[in-house]
């Protein structure tokens, strides 16, 4: 069916194209009055005509040909038998064929069908665009408020995939047990965290914490970045930021997870636009969401930033934001764990020594190593090797840190 309807646009050009073409060859055709008709009846020979004759009227249509040249011509004639005489008479001279049509015989059917068929197609093909645009009714003009958040229901992310961050894992289990079994923690009486607010530098796994985090409970995963809110119309990043809490309600329990919150909760009242600021706006909806007048039971919110100092206050106090997990970059047992994890899928040479790496990648992040083991991995395709040697990885942590080695500078 999606694929007839790609075809569609076409189907309609072409219709339009043809139909043209239809009228305009129709376009030879002489629409006469009966004086006119009386002047040409005895100068021309007709050919083929067919004769409608009503209760008041004759309607006559054919063609006769004049100067060797073939003349269609319509004409209506007053009803009088002296004339329904003549004009056999004349239309069938020199060997002129003559047909006698019944008007009560499917012509008022013709007539209506011929002046709705056309409008019934433009109703069809513009139903048709609008329902694709909607994906299924809904029209994409009506989408424009609707959350960009992405949704994933099967999380393949574990916590071995995160390594490196032992201490942070051990902060979020709480989580992972309350999605599981809430009852636990409401007979005791307890309120789990309604936001954790991941904070470190860039590269150091804050997002794959939160996924980890959501594919060890077995929950939905909500993700979408803190610019997706902001657009430049009002009301917009609000509106989003309600539907997405409606959205995520009917998944209960679930994740949600704001990555660059920063992007939407900065401090309000810092900078331009005063409170009619749109970014503001968005933040006060997102404030009134996570704790205000609904109660959002189930929804785990998770963000993350590497600016904590410039968010607003309202977003740290208790009830929302708090609890600070601070995701720091590795020690060398965390970068080892690191390479470890993204040197599955790598065929490495017998000399490689994970630990070396680690030592030797100090303020390296889970990024910063992931992207030496891919470096190296690079190069030895570069030298047509059949395994990454540790050549391969002394090189590629050279390219992460300072860049491609000048070789031909002095």
């Not at 503001?280 to 609904?294: A, F, H, R, S, Y």
């Not at 206050?313 to 934001?321: H, Q, V």
């Not at 889970?366 to 090797?385: C, F, M, Q, S």
Request: charged share 25%; proline share 4%.
């Amino acid at each position: 069916m999606k694929k007839w309807l790609n075809y569609l646009p076409t189907i309609f050009i072409l219709s339009i194209v043809l139909s043209l073409v239809f009228y305009s060859s129709q376009g030879s055709t002489v629409q006469m009055n009966y004086t006119q008709f009386e002047k040409i009846v005895d100068e021309v020979d007709f050919k083929k005509s067919s004769m409608t004759i009503s209760s008041t009227v004759i309607q006559l249509e054919g063609t006769y040909e004049q100067n060797s040249k073939t003349v269609g011509y319509k004409v209506i004639v007053p009803r009088t038998e002296k004339n329904i005489e003549k004009l056999e008479k004349d239309l069938q001279r020199n060997g002129g064929k003559l047909t006698v049509e019944d008007p009560n015989q499917g012509s008022v059917w013709i007539s209506i069908l011929s002046q709705i068929i056309p409008f019934l197609i433009i109703a069809v093909f513009f139903y048709f665009m609008f329902s694709k645009m909607g994906g299924g009714g809904n029209n994409k003009a009506f989408e424009f408020a609707k959350s960009k958040a992405r949704v994933e229901s099967n999380v393949k992310v574990r916590f071995k995939d995160v390594a490196g961050c032992e201490e942070e894992k051990e902060e979020v289990k709480e989580i992972i047990d309350y999605l599981r079994s809430p009852k636990k923690f409401t007979d005791m009486g307890a309120h789990i965290p309604k936001g954790i607010l991941m904070v470190g530098p860039p590269g150091t796994g804050k997002t794959l914490l939160a996924k980890a985090v959501a594919g060890e409970a077995n929950v939905p995963f909500f993700s979408i970045s803190g610019s997706d809110f902001v657009e430049m119309f009002v009301g917009t990043g609000a509106s989003r930021v309600r539907d997405m809490f409606k959205t995520a309600q009917k998944s209960a329990p679930c994740i949600i997870f704001i990555d660059e919150i920063d992007a939407v909760g900065r401090q309000r009242g810092a900078g331009m636009g005063g409170g009619n600021d749109e970014r503001e706006q968005t933040l006060n909806q997102l404030l009134v969401e996570m704790d205000g007048m609904t109660d959002n039971a189930g929804i785990v919110v998770i963000a993350a930033t590497n600016r904590p100092d410039v968010l607003d206050p309202a977003l740290l106090r208790s009830g929302r934001f708090d609890r600070r997990v601070t995701v720091s970059l590795p020690d060398i047992k965390g970068r080892e764990a690191i390479l470890q994890v993204h040197a599955r899928n790598k065929k490495l040479a017998s000399d490689v020594s994970l630990a070396n790496l680690a030592k030797r990648t100090p303020g390296f992040s889970g990024a910063d190593l992931a992207n030496v083991l891919n470096e190296g991995a690079i190069l030895a395709v570069r030298k047509n090797e059949s395994k990454v040697t540790m050549t391969d990885l002394d090189e590629a942590i050279d390219r992460v840190m300072m860049g491609p080695a000048k070789k031909s500078k002095a």
